[in-house]
């Protein structure tokens, strides 16, 4: 499978408006799971983050929202900060520009957020420009992939990635998916203990 784990200049140049990392001097983590909530996984994410005092951002889909409202609920009532991730998981490169704003819109009845990211990360230069302005919502995308989701990456190098890419202000992402629970299940809580140990916090993105 081909992706990068840190994401490259050239992409935060030509996207320039999306947010990548929030600079800072702290040591500060920004954890985000995308595709949830998922009654297993969610739930899993949600007991780690309390064991570590950690808050992060979950980047819903519309669908799975409607289909466990309580893991939704579950998420707000523990002080986390959720995020639009459209309702179907559209990929933003083959979708026509209507029926991806459609979708985003269907996913904003579920989802109270002023953020919003991509499925795939695969977005139009229209579509960033388009959607803080149609929706209010500011396009956050990451500065580090763990690969959790590649059936093809061993979870001791998922836990590398991380561990090795991750910096102050760096947006991490997982995947609160059954595809990706049983590496999430290995790698989360060896990340969260490595950077809590050096001082770092965990915190939801509020922008
Ligand atoms: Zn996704």
């Not at 760096?170 to 595809?179: E, G, N, R, T």
């Amino acid at each position: 499978m081909l992706y990068m784990i840190r994401s490259p200049w050239i992409l935060k140049k030509i996207f320039r408006s999306c947010i990548w990392e929030i600079p800072s001097k702290e040591k500060i983590l920004y954890l985000t799971f995308d595709d949830g909530p998922n009654p297993e996984a969610t739930a899993f994410v949600l007991d780690t983050l309390k064991l570590y005092n950690g808050k992060a951002t979950f980047f819903c889909l519309g669908k799975n929202v409607a289909e466990h409202p309580d893991m939704y609920a579950r998420i707000l009532e523990e002080g986390h900060a959720v995020g639009n991730h459209t309702y179907n998981h559209l990929n933003g490169w083959k979708t026509n520009d209507k029926k991806y704003f459609d979708d985003i819109t269907k996913a904003s009845r579920y989802i109270d957020s002023g953020l919003f990211r991509p499925p795939y990360g695969k977005i139009s230069t229209l579509q960033t420009k388009y959607i803080p302005k149609a929706f209010g919502m500011k396009v956050v995308m990451w500065s580090v992939l763990s690969g959790d989701f590649d059936a093809g990456l061993t979870q001791e190098k998922c836990l590398d990635n991380v561990l090795l890419s991750s910096k102050k202000g760096s947006i991490i992402v997982f995947h609160d998916s059954a595809k990706a629970y049983s590496k999430l299940k290995y790698v989360l809580p060896r990340v969260m203990e490595h950077f809590g140990n050096e001082g770092y916090k965990f915190d939801k993105i509020n922008l």
